[in-house]
């Protein structure tokens, strides 16, 4: 293997397990963790920085179909995913998902790279606990659920996460049980992940300084390895998240993601 790939794919190995570890320890998607992660070891492998998000994004979606497997059949199995909203979502996840991934080629690697910084101050607030989400309404009919998982794939797709962070609150608004929530946001993931990270390999195919392997800015060496790795360890951050005090590990993680998200926007 050359010496070039053999040093990517093991500080991508790295990335994957403190991914895993914190999606099981604190029920966050790898994409919060793997964006930022695959930014920095592109660059520092020498993809050119208008490429490097872009291939970070994409890459990250890519991973997400694999390492978010385990979780969905885990969900399905124990009756927590419900597959009539599931389906009802499933059109808009695949279209704003394509959508994002087109809005987010068409954007430059610093827009893009802000625009993810952004969204981790967002989902900081929420970690922490200073945005609710208070049940007060049923569920919209399918017109208006896929409206709603149009809006979620194409944030989702454009940031390079599954939108479990979205899915979920807006289901639990919607007065499901927070089991239910978790269960359908983890099998919305992957249509987001598939349509997104096939948006951006088609986006990029002709880019030229992405690392061997690849198809278009999906690296496929770096997604398989962060989607196995990541699967193998999020079981050991569930059983971890029996035994330590969930609300301050999401405030601590907050505190990351804002640290991030400032690194992101500065630069």
Do not use: K, Y
């Not at 500080?11 to 998607?29: D, K, Q, S, Y």
């Not at 208008?50 to 124990?78: E, F, K, P, Y």
């Not at 995913?81 to 808009?92: C, H, K, Y």
């Amino acid at each position: 293997m050359d010496a070039e790939i053999a040093t990517l794919l093991a500080a991508v190995a790295g990335a994957g397990l403190v991914a895993g570890f914190l999606a099981g320890l604190l029920g966050v998607g790898g994409g919060l963790i793997f964006v930022p992660a695959l930014l920095a070891i592109l660059a520092a492998q020498g993809v050119p920085a208008d490429l490097a998000m872009h291939a970070a994004v994409g890459s990250s979606l890519a991973a997400i179909i694999l390492a978010s497997a385990s979780s969905v059949w885990a969900h399905a199995r124990r009756g927590s995913v419900e597959w009539p909203v599931w389906r009802a979502l499933l059109p808009g996840l695949v279209i704003g998902a394509l959508f994002g991934a087109a809005v987010a080629a068409a954007l430059s690697g610093d827009a893009l790279r802000r625009v993810f910084g952004v969204f981790l101050f967002a989902v900081a607030f929420q970690m922490a606990g200073f945005i609710r989400t208070s049940p007060q309404r049923a569920l919209p009919g399918r017109v208006g659920l896929a409206a709603a998982g149009t809006g979620v794939g194409l944030v989702a797709a454009l940031v390079g996460i599954g939108g479990g962070v979205l899915t979920a609150p807006f289901l639990v608004w919607c007065n499901r049980p927070m089991i239910n929530a978790v269960g359908t946001a983890a099998a919305a993931g992957m249509p987001i992940a598939i349509a997104g990270a096939a948006g951006f390999a088609v986006a990029g195919i002709g880019s030229v300084g992405l690392p061997p392997g690849s198809t278009g800015f999906v690296v496929w060496p770096v997604a398989l390895t962060l989607g196995a790795i990541a699967m193998l360890t999020a079981p050991l951050g569930v059983r971890a998240a029996h035994r330590v005090p969930a609300l301050a590990l999401r405030r601590v993680f907050a505190v990351a993601l804002v640290a991030i998200g400032v690194r992101l926007l500065v630069g």
